[in-house]
């Protein structure tokens, strides 16, 4: 069992920024591929981004890509997720999710995801 938990969340002007934190507790953190998904109001749970497990290779949905930058520090059981320039549209829930699978091995989808952490809420006001 992995448990993960999100932190970070809040409220921010547009074009500001934010970084989330997800703390993983319970097996071995470096063994798990790492990523992020988000649900806005109304809308399907999206993906954000993805991490490998030793942070060697990052993936990005295309309306993220140059804003947000997702890392991970295995020596804290940590992963962040850095956004940048944000924008009212990146309004969400944002979730933390684990795998054993490698991102570049298989999209990093909802229905592959192991774990999952109870969200934070990002809000982005105009």
């Known amino acids: 069992q992995v448990q993960l938990v999100e932190s970070g969340g809040g409220l921010v002007q547009a074009g500001g920024s934010l970084r989330l934190s997800c703390a993983a507790f319970g097996r071995t953190f470096s063994s798990y591929a790492m990523g992020w998904f988000r649900q806005a109001p109304g809308k399907e749970r999206e993906f954000v981004a993805a991490i490998s497990w030793s942070g060697g290779n990052t993936y990005y949905a295309d309306s993220v890509k140059g804003r947000f930058t997702i890392s991970r520090d295995n020596a804290k059981n940590t992963v962040y997720l850095q956004m940048n320039s944000l924008k009212p549209e990146d309004t969400a829930v944002y979730s933390c999710?684990?795998?054993?699978?490698?991102?570049?091995?298989?999209?990093?989808?909802?229905?592959?995801?192991?774990?999952w952490g109870q969200g934070t809420q990002v809000t982005v006001s105009s």
């Open positions: 999710a684990a795998r054993i699978y490698e991102p570049g091995h298989l999209p990093f989808t909802e229905d592959t995801v192991d774990y």
